[in-house]
């Protein structure tokens, strides 16, 4: 099967250790920082601020520039509604469950909204996962840091991203022109791509979270969020083939990196070598998501794992349950998902079509 065979082959690559490099001390220099503040509590507005490096890996400067400047405005105004959601469920005294529900519904409408904001910015990688994971992560953890601290942390990361990514001005020989992109709005067709795309992550996302949620709480599993985001990932993709295949190669890259990160947790690392562990799988989540998701899986997979450890420690062998049945559960959403409209496809082929008058007389009478 084509779609088997597409776990065992690999693009060619294309500058992507310089991206994966810039990624990589975009993330470790705002983590080490806080790790020597002892201010560990915001280790997660500093993750994703970082993530702004992710955008614009390949283009010249001045589009870079422009492209990270969005991604991170958009990152950080996730990361607020995400901590303004859990203050939200603390003033309205809700309850354990329905505190759960509202980050689901919130999530659901982040995940839409986003891949719309994405699209019109054209900002790649599209799709909002970055920012499902992050408003997610970040609305559910039980003990929030004061607001501004976390928005501060978050600022500096987002900074100091794009700072990196303008780096490599300062080498005469790797400058590129600064020439100020052409901007165009989306034509009526991409508009209407986004709108269908935007529906589809909020659908996705939503039956990930509402099922996982449900099965969360009859098996006590966790981090429902997790297959919210892992719902999303078939989504992005030119074929059915090929969103297939992302949804199986992210449950085996899954599984491979769960294996990695129980080796790693076994050496019990300190913060600090912990934020090296964190920066080397950023790394190496760069250097193949463009030519492999299931590979740069394997690297995702302790690289989430190990920021959410810094922020909620946690028992380890909990933490691995529930990365595994929640990556299933959505990823199983997505692939759905994107086959549902083929399955529609064909069940209107297969219906019989009635000529004329006598064909609606023979509906009715089929009906009857």
Sequence with gaps: MKILAELFSIAPGNKDHQAAMRCAIGVFVPLITLVFLDRLDLAIFASFGAFTGIYGRNEPHARRFGLQLKAGALMLAVMLLAALTARAGVAFALTAPETLWLQVLATALVAGSCSLIVARWRLRPAGSLFHIFAFAAIAAIPHQPRLWQGLLAAVAAVAFSVLVGMSSRLVRSRRTPW??????????????????????????????????????????????????????????????????????????????????????????????????????????????????????????????????????????????????????????????????????????????????????????????
């Excluded at 933490?319 to 529609?344: H, Q, S, Y």
């Design 179 to 368: 020439v100020a992109p052409a901007t165009g709005s989306l034509a009526p067709g991409e508009k209407r791509t986004a709108l269908r795309e935007s529906i589809g992550y909020l659908v996705a996302a939503g039956l990930a979270g509402t099922l996982a949620t449900l099965v969360g709480q009859r098996l006590g599993v966790g981090h429902n969020y997790w297959a919210m985001v892992a719902a999303v990932v078939p989504l992005v993709g030119h074929t059915t083939r090929h969103r297939v295949s992302r949804g199986l190669q992210r449950i085996v890259g899954t599984a491979i990196g769960l294996v990695l990160l129980a080796g790693i947790l076994l050496l019990q690392p300190a913060p600090w070598q912990t934020v090296l562990v964190i920066a080397a799988c950023q790394f190496g989540a760069e250097m193949f998501i463009a030519r492999h998701y299931g590979l740069a899986q394997i690297f995702v997979t302790p690289l989430a794992l190990f920021s959410t450890l810094l922020v909620a420690p946690s028992a380890p062998g909990i933490l691995l349950r529930d990365r595994i049945i929640e990556t299933v559960i959505g990823a199983a959403v997505g692939v759905a998902v994107v086959l549902a409209p083929t399955a529609r496809r064909r069940l209107r082929l297969r219906q019989p079509r009635w000529p004329g008058t006598a064909g609606a007389q023979g509906r009715t009478r089929h009906r009857v």
